[in-house]
């Protein structure tokens, strides 16, 4: 390694175990100077003692399935590049499946993997028992086998990616720990450590487990926490060869593979022990921690009953060391919102092996290009929140994260952890209207209501109907015939105020938004590449005061791509974003009824002609002075009602009472985050994040009717979204899918085919009970133009599972698609 500092260098990696090594590897190879440094050496940490599983096989994120799919294909060519083997062994994976609820989600997975490239096949216990003799099967379903996939060894990987990374001219210091990040005017400059200063154009933290305490000291939040992570290594075993597969069982919390002629078996347990909350040791490199065999004792039993001769010869090492885990089992990745040019690579949850390969690549993308080439919604630093980087919510949500990685993913489930960070103003009105909540964003939001008499409960989680769809039906039903309630206050709100703040607006959004004062407009923000980076309404008020409201994902991303634009290409504009989330309650009345019962609270007029969609106008609601917008998410006649946080109660029970009180015509109904769903759904509606991203053009998403090309000064992405344009309609375009059986559910993920040829999947669903069956959109891919010729030629079918059901398609809203109702 390189024992000179250097004075400067475009980017400075701090961190050398694998996702570090791997960025610089990538960044060297993309003709950056980039110097890592390291503060003892590399793989001290975490990487030294990683399993180095290799496993495509087990997301329903294409961005994750190719992440894994690159990892498993550089480490395979590595030695060739650098010399240096990795300990690649595809061996084969093996996942089992032991209860319906598995084999269900596991043939859903494959089915999608398999369109994603991944070499997955169902296979017999039988022939689960033939690759792996040790195995008990009697209560194995099926297996599911990749014969690529296998193992490598963490340490020669790291100091492969290292050799091939200076082979390109990167530098890697060890022993030189950072001791502060250097910043000037919200910019990263350089870093400062023990040995001298370097000045940097970029920083890329990867300090594993460390991250989080390196970017508290820069005012960078990275919510991760250290967990206990076990694995137990027995002596040799007779039959074990290094061809043996790896298996996986997560009902048993365990995973299996070859290790000295013996077996190692890794847990996840389903309750695990945080370490160090209050802080890594600065000192803590190839540490052991001490094991607590008697919390883990049970669990282990549990997975050394798969391989019962794991009971009956000798323990060579029972260890325990520490991996960092998330609050949403996803990775921490990209720039951070407080920080120009800083970026994070750390939180993998325990896949920094099998996905580090693909995310060193795409971050370095990142860096030298300016944004990402893949999809990054999920997984972007932007998503995370401040509260969820105190002690308590990491010491809570921690226990439950690791053992998530091996629950059975079913559509509906929500962490039960670190619960009620955040209640809206109405919340324990809700309670008392019998709401079953989940967790959205932090906020706790209703998912459904029960009817009276009955515990808002689940029974059993599932892939099919649960004992609320009745429940969620109706709420449905009361939206599309009557008028509905629904507490909306999780969504992100900015006041944009000042001289200039139009000029801004109208510059970063793609449609026109400073018009009239008084008007809502639905636009998206682009990049240069005209591709999304935000999906929202802007409200013009007044001519200095705008109100932008984003989804509760796209939260702090908004609000950084705003912040990022008022200088720059605005020119030091006089505008000002203030986030006032939290200020304000979000309630939204819709449905044909909806004008019915708000005209009788107040004076203000809400006829067709002195209130048309999408005015956005300040009434009287009882006591209070309302923002009342007319909008709607999902295609009825609808207002969205932005209340100050201390009348908040008095309105909602103004409305609930006048809904609901004896004789009343309109039935006013509550209707949960289900409802929204398929509400939205039906109306072909977009969610940013869910069925569109930043790798689609507004053209792909069909949404250039959201875009106003001849703006006098034009708008970010203009250029790109005009060529789009005039090439004529796209081969990838988004396309609403709905099953014409009306029994099988569609989540996410699920194959779509026209004409027997697989063209794309299913981006997000619900369930259509206006129109009778599951919907969802999918963005497909052709070989030629996507128009309605395209659509309406094929015979399109969805597979889910191994089951495949007929469809039909369509580029317009399958629900109103001329918009009579929201006008109405």
């Known amino acids: 390694m390189d024992q000179q500092l250097p004075d400067r260098a475009r980017v400075v990696v701090i961190g050398g175990g694998i996702i570090g090594a791997s960025v610089t590897y990538h960044l060297a190879h993309l003709g950056c100077d980039v110097v890592l440094l390291e503060r003892d050496r590399l793989t001290s940490g975490t990487t030294w003692h990683a399993a180095g599983l290799i496993v495509t096989f087990g997301s ?30 595809q061996v084969g994976f093996i996942e089992l499946a032991t209860d319906d609820g598995r084999l269900e989600e596991y043939r859903r997975v494959a089915a999608f993997n398999r369109l994603c490239g991944v070499d997955v096949t169902e296979i017999s216990p039988g022939e689960v028992k033939e690759l792996f003799p040790l195995a008990r099967v009697d209560d194995v379903l099926a297996g599911f086998y990749v014969p690529d996939d296998g193992r490598a060894n963490p340490v020669d990987v790291t100091m492969s990616l290292a050799r091939g990374a200076r082979l390109k001219g990167a530098r890697i210091v060890e022993g030189t720990p950072v001791s502060a990040v250097l910043t000037r005017q919200g910019t990263v400059t350089g870093v400062r450590t023990p040995r001298g200063d370097i000045e940097a154009e970029y920083v890329v933290n990867c300090a594993g487990m460390w991250a989080r305490q390196l970017g508290e000291a820069a005012g960078v939040n990275i919510p991760l926490q250290a967990a206990e992570h076990y694995y137990l290594i027995t002596e ?66 549990k997975a050394m009953g798969r391989i019962p001769v794991s009971m009956d010869v000798g323990v060579r090492t029972y260890f325990c060391g520490p991996e960092s885990f998330t609050p949403d089992l996803q990775p921490v990745v990209g720039e951070a919102p407080e920080l120009r040019n800083y970026f994070v690579a750390a939180g993998l949850n325990s896949i920094g092996i099998l996905t580090g390969g693909g995310l060193g690549r795409a971050l370095a993308h990142w860096i030298v290009d300016g944004r990402p080439d893949i999809d990054v919604t999920g997984f972007n630093i932007d998503r995370l929140h401040r509260y969820q980087n ?52 932090g906020w706790e939001m209703p998912d459904w209501y029960a009817p009276e008499g009955v515990e808002p409960s689940v029974d059993t989680l599932s892939w099919g109907r649960q004992n609320w769809f009745p429940y969620w039906e109706a709420e449905h039903h009361a939206a599309r015939t009557g008028v509905i309630c629904m507490d909306m206050s999780f969504m992100a709100k900015f006041l944009v105020q000042g001289r200039d703040a139009g000029r801004v607006l109208e510059r970063v959004s793609a449609n026109r938004v400073d018009g009239d004062s008084g008007v809502i407009t639905y636009t998206q923000w ?36 705003l912040r990022r634009h008022l200088g720059g290409a605005t020119g030091g504009a006089h505008a000002f974003v203030t986030d006032v989330t939290g200020a304000y309650a979000q309630l939204n009345v819709q449905g044909p009824r909806s004008r019915e019962l708000l005209a009788g609270l107040t004076t203000a007029d809400l006829s067709n002609e002195a209130f048309p969609f999408r005015t956005a106008r300040e ?32 309105v909602y029970d103004l409305i609930a009472s006048a809904g609901s009180a004896a004789g009343t015509a309109v039935g006013l109904r509550h209707a949960g985050l289900k409802a929204l ?61 709905r099953l014409t059986d009306p029994e099988p559910l569609m989540f996410h993920a699920e194959v779509v085919r026209r004409n027997g040829t697989a063209v794309g999947y299913i981006r997000a669903a619900s ?35 191994t089951a495949t059901y007929p469809a039909v398609a369509s580029l317009r809203p399958m629900y109103d698609p001329t918009n009579e109702r929201i006008r109405a």
């Open 390 to 441: 105190t002690p308590a919510y990491r010491a809570a949500r921690t226990v439950e994260a690791l053992g998530t990685v091996y629950k059975c993913h079913y559509p509906n489930r929500s962490m039960r952890t670190a619960r009620g960070a955040k209640l809206s103003p109405l919340h324990h009105r809700l309670v008392e209207q019998r709401a079953y909540f989940r967790d959205v964003s």
């Open 60 to 89: 329903t994120s294409e961005t994750s399935t190719e992440l894994r799919r690159y990892t498993r294909d550089l480490y395979g060519r590595l030695e060739a590049e650098t010399g240096l083997a990795t300990g690649l062994k």
């Open 677 to 737: 769903s398929s509400l939205r759904m039906e109306k072909g509606y977009r969610d940013y994040g869910h069925d569109i991203d930043n790798t689609d053009s507004v053209i792909e998403a069909g949404l250039g009717f959201a875009v106003a090309l001849d703006k006098p000064d034009g708008f970010i992405g203009r250029d790109a979204v005009a060529a789009k344009k005039a090439a004529g309609p796209p081969s990838r375009r988004l396309v609403q899918v």
């Open 236 to 301: 040799p075993v007779d039959g074990v060869e290094a061809t043996l597969p790896v298996l996986e069982d997560p009902a048993s919390y365990g995973y299996f593979r070859e290790e000295g002629g013996g077996l190692m078996l890794g847990l996840f347990e389903p309750v695990c022990a945080p370490w160090k909350v209050d802080g890594i040791p600065d000192d803590f490199s190839f540490g052991e921690l001490p094991p607590d065999w008697d919390r883990t004792a049970p669990y282990l039993e």
């Open 619 to 650: 009434i009287d609601l009882g006591f209070a002075r309302v923002l009342c917008v007319r909008i709607t998410y999902l295609g009825e006649l609808g207002y969205e009602l932005t209340i100050p946080t201390e009348q908040a109660l008095g």
């Open 767 to 801: 369930y259509g009970f206006t129109l009778g069956g599951a919907v969802g959109l999918a963005m497909v891919d052709a070989d030629r133009p996507i128009d309605k010729s395209y659509v309406d030629d094929g015979e399109w079918t969805v597979q889910i599972g």
């Open 526 to 561: 682009l990049n240069e590449g005209g591709t999304i980076e935000a999906d929202l309404t802007v409200t013009k008020l007044d001519e200095d005061r705008f109100w932008v409201v984003a989804s509760d994902t796209a939260h702090r991303h908004a609000e950084t791509w």
